[in-house]
DNA sequence: CTACAATGTGAACGGTGATTACATTACCGA
DNA sequence: TCGGTAATGTAATCACCGTTCACATTGTAG
């Protein structure tokens, strides 16, 4: 009965659930890369056994926070280009995507680099959503080519830039470069499905 | 002085410094992928503080182990190839790649998914022979292309495809189908290059 | 043979994921 | 309004981890 009039620390947090994916959001873009299941409470205010009452450990809080994160990077691809169908639009959306990892690099490898359920979660689907959404723009852009292995491609050409530079494989310092690369690599690989030519 | 006689244990261990990285990749064969240094130290058969009269830290001994990695990767590459100069042969390299990755999926997440110093490190050197391998290829079966962001653009494509198969991204359970898969992407890629194109 | 440098040990510190028993609170039916 | 039950948060605890320190042991140079 310590300062029951005040509001600090109510005994109920109030919104736990989110209240932890949004303080590992915080975290990660603060340049945490391990997200540890204690930091991620001590920043929401929390008893380090709290978060346990809403993910059942460390994985299914992290996951919550990839698929969270797999929302954004969709926005930020639709926001290069809504729905792309040619060749320049594309590219913008690659370099979009690159452009994310870079931006954003703790949120990525929790994305794609930390190994995953491959079955039971949410993750599968938000991934599917990325997919799709490629797939999508490939349709439009190349009507005539095969489109699942062409996206495919694509999508692992971006993925590989963007894994590639945020691992300082490739060089990132100037981002302009980064993206004049980008954009060499994709049109190299576009210029293969130009209407007329064979995809698979 | 207990069972002096016998060659059990004995005090210093002879060749730690390597021993260390032998009992890692061990450990990451076995798909251990936390690397953690009381587990590999466990495995050499010494205390946990051995180790750090030969490594400053986690991070040098993994990027002893990585580097270790990176020459397998390019044994691995080169026997599925020694020096390719055809659009077929560099498809098998490719193809050799993902398999690198699936078949060792701890080993290559060191490799390139943990946070590394940029700076100081033999990891660049290696990765760098790589590339220069990758580099190497490109300017035998492209003299006409511009080999730098051609090399580049491969190496992201087939970096892409192993990252993606490895983080479920893609379904790996066919090992037919992946091949497929890596040959079509690839065949996407090399047929916007062949002579007479512009590659950049 | 002796001193020194190199190498390995054991104990310790703080941090981590996870579980358990317990405390507090919200909420719903009487 | 009251009371009980389920939901939620806490504190204590366990095993493990990275890292450091003082100390023990061993190889080796002089």
Not at 54 to 63: G, M, N, P, Q, T
Request: hydrophobic share 45%; aromatic share 6%; proline share 6%.
């Amino acid at each position: 009965m310590v300062g029951a009039m005040t509001t600090k620390t109510p005994y109920h947090h109030g919104d736990l659930q989110s209240g932890l994916v949004r303080a590992a959001m915080e975290l990660l873009e603060e340049g945490e890369t391990d997200l540890s299941m204690r930091a991620v409470a001590r920043r929401a205010g929390v008893s380090p056994a709290a978060p346990y009452r809403h993910y059942e450990d460390r994985e299914a809080l992290v996951s919550a926070v990839a698929a969270v994160g797999y929302g954004e990077l969709a926005e930020a691809l639709t926001a290069a280009h809504p729905s792309p169908s040619t060749p320049e639009q594309l590219v913008r959306v690659a370099i979009a995507y690159v452009q994310f990892a870079l931006a954003r690099p703790a949120l990525f490898r929790v994305m794609f680099g930390e190994p995953c359920n491959r079955d039971n979660n949410e993750r599968v689907a938000a991934t599917g959503a990325v997919s799709l959404y490629l797939q999508g723009i490939v349709e439009r852009s190349f009507p005539d080519a095969d489109a699942e292995p062409l996206g495919t491609a694509i999508w692992a050409l971006v993925h590989g830039l963007a894994s590639l530079h945020l691992d300082g494989k490739l060089d990132s310092t100037d981002p302009a470069a980064v993206a004049d690369r980008v954009n060499a690599a994709v049109r190299a690989m576009l210029t293969a499905t130009q209407p007329g030519r064979d995809a698979a």
